[in-house]
């Protein structure tokens, strides 16, 4: 266990569970909690044993958003007020980037600077009483790390526009219904579903996880004949892989295949 006043990362066998740890305070961020989130995303990428980084928060909550004491002691009406929003896209754009899956677990508030920390994962589940939706709006802020640019992309421009527009939540169960993540179940279900759902991921070529999660998250970024190329590109890796070639010995031999990430 690596430890820090604001964040915890556990390594559990293949999987990274990171705990925001500042329940007192909704598990609000902190320049520090992001500092340290950012220097977690490069240890999971660099370790060859962990394949998936599952991303929750302590005490049945996961984010309540930027920690508004520190917003208005350092933030508010200062010349550094952009250097917030700088730290904030940053972390969570190597968070969206990083080579290994992240799934987001979903419990109580799930708003502005949390909401901004959610749809920077690959993955999202929840409780079904969750809360969950951007929330800016209602204090007359904007979110700095992605609503504009990826919610979009997720769930569609006027999808966007009601959530970022009202500041309204959604419980986990409509925003199952809105696409906006990918599965819920009651609180007391959450834990099985959370293990049932990374299964599929922790067992499949580290190499070919890389290599196809990098290409689906550049697929809405350019146009179709650049995209073909990169899939071109894409295959021939595959091909030349270890992985690759271990993945169709080990099916032509009716076995399990042993991955190198190679």
Avoid at 181 to 210: G, Q, R, T
Wanted: overall charge negative; proline content about 4%.
């Amino acid at each position: 266990m690596i430890d820090t006043d604001h964040i915890i990362l556990e390594k559990d066998g293949p999987i990274a569970r990171v705990w925001l740890n500042r329940p007192h305070k909704k598990n609000a961020v902190t320049p520090e909690l992001l500092h340290r989130l950012d220097e977690i995303i490069v240890e999971v990428d660099n370790d060859p044993e962990l394949r998936v980084l599952v991303l929750r928060g302590r005490g049945n909550m996961f984010c309540s958003g930027f920690d508004l004491d520190i917003l208005l002691k350092d933030y508010v009406g200062s010349t550094n007020a952009m250097d917030v929003a700088v730290l904030s896209a940053k972390v969570c754009d190597r968070l969206y980037s990083m080579n290994t899956p992240s799934v987001a677990v979903l419990e109580d508030y799930v708003t502005a600077g949390g909401f901004e920390l959610m749809i920077s994962c690959d993955f999202a589940v929840a409780a079904d009483d969750a809360k969950i939706g951007d929330f800016h709006i209602r204090r007359a802020l904007f979110g700095g790390a992605g609503p504009i640019y990826r919610l979009p992309r997720m769930i569609g421009i006027r999808k966007t526009k009601e959530l970022m527009l009202t500041g309204k939540l959604l419980s986990g169960k409509e925003a199952t219904e809105w696409d906006l993540i990918n599965a819920s179940a009651p609180a007391d279900k959450l834990d099985e579903l959370v293990d049932d759902f990374i299964a599929p991921l922790i067992d499949k070529s580290p190499f070919m996880m890389k290599l196809t999660k990098m290409t689906i998250d550049r697929g809405l970024d350019a146009d179709i004949q650049s995209l073909m190329v990169m899939e071109h590109l894409a295959v021939g890796n595959a091909l030349q892989s270890e992985d690759g070639r271990e993945g169709v010995q080990a099916f032509l031999e009716k076995r399990e295949p042993v991955w190198t990430g190679r």
